[in-house]
C-alpha cells in the first residue's frame, strides 16, 4: 500500500496568516490527491480534488498544488474557522490511504 | 443533492459483530461508488474499503480482509458495512463517504463502542 505522510503534524498560527502543509507519497500517486478538513466531532469536508481544484463552495485562500510525491496545501489568510485538522487521501491506487493529519491551531 | 444518513450507536461485546448502515436520498445507490472511513478516537482517519468502479467490485483495506463485509441492498438505497470479531480496538466512530473524484459527501458517523 502506498504511505503517506504529512508535515508539519501540527502547528501552530494566528488568524491572516499563510501556512502551508505538506503531503509526500511513497510513490507517485500523478494528481489522485485529495485534502480534507475535519472540525472535532464532525464529517471530513472535501476541500481540494485533483491535488488542485477547489470543491463547489471552497473559499480561494484554500490552494492545492503538485503532482507525482510531492503535495502542498495552503491557506493564503487563515480565518477563525480554519482552525481544524487537514488530512491527505491517496486516490491512486487501491487500498486508499490518509496522511495522519496536521493540526492546526490557534497561536 | 446526494444525502447519506448513518444508523445510530452501538454498544458491543469483544467478539460479537456489529453492522452500520447508510441510506442515501437525493441519488439511488447504484448511482454511487460508497466508501467506509473509521476514526478511533483522538486519531486519524483510516480508509476502510470501498467500491472500485474502475474493476466494479469492492476493494477492501488488507487489515480488515476476513473481518469487514461490506454490502448494499438498492432496494433500500442503503449499503452496510459489517465488521465480525470485534475488538477494543475497533472502538470507533465509522462514515460512510462518496464522490466523484474526491469523497464530497459524508455520513453523519456512527459510533460504535466495543467493551465488556
Known amino acids: 500500500a502506498i504511505q503517506m505522510t504529512q508535515s508539519p503534524s501540527s502547528l501552530s498560527a494566528s488568524v491572516g496568516d499563510r501556512v502551508t502543509i505538506t503531503c509526500r507519497a511513497s510513490?507517485?500517486?500523478?494528481?489522485?490527491l485529495g485534502w480534507y478538513q475535519q472540525k472535532a466531532g464532525k464529517a471530513p469536508k472535501l476541500l481540494i480534488y485533483?491535488?488542485?481544484n477547489r470543491q463547489t463552495g471552497v473559499p480561494s485562500r484554500f490552494i492545492g498544488s503538485g503532482s507525482g510525491t510531492d503535495f502542498t496545501l495552503t491557506i493564503s489568510s487563515l480565518q477563525p474557522e480554519d482552525f481544524a485538522t487537514y488530512y491527505c487521501?491517496?486516490?491512486?491506487?487501491?487500498?486508499?490511504?490518509f496522511g495522519p493529519g496536521t493540526k492546526l491551531d490557534i497561536k | 443533492q446526494v444525502q447519506l444518513v448513518q444508523s445510530g450507536a452501538q454498544v458491543k461485546k469483544p467478539g460479537a459483530s456489529v453492522k452500520v448502515s447508510c441510506t442515501v436520498s437525493?441519488?439511488?445507490?447504484?448511482?454511487?461508488?460508497m466508501h467506509w472511513v473509521r476514526q478511533a478516537p483522538g486519531k486519524g482517519l483510516e480508509w476502510m474499503g470501498g467500491?472500485?468502479?474502475?474493476?466494479?467490485?469492492?476493494i477492501l483495506a488488507q487489515r480488515f480482509q476476513g473481518r469487514v463485509t461490506m454490502t448494499e441492498d438498492t432496494s433500500a438505497d442503503t449499503a452496510y458495512l459489517e465488521l465480525s470479531s470485534l475488538r477494543s480496538d475497533d472502538t470507533a466512530v465509522y462514515f460512510c463517504?462518496?464522490?466523484?473524484?474526491?469523497?464530497?459527501?459524508w455520513g453523519q458517523g456512527t459510533t460504535v463502542t466495543v467493551s465488556s
Open positions: 463517504a462518496t464522490g466523484g473524484s474526491g469523497m464530497d459527501v
Open positions: 437525493g441519488f439511488t445507490l447504484t448511482e454511487l461508488s
Open positions: 467500491f472500485d468502479p474502475e474493476d466494479g467490485e469492492t
Open positions: 510513490q507517485g500517486i500523478r494528481n489522485e
Open positions: 485533483g491535488a488542485s
Open positions: 487521501l491517496q486516490e491512486y491506487s487501491r487500498p486508499r490511504t
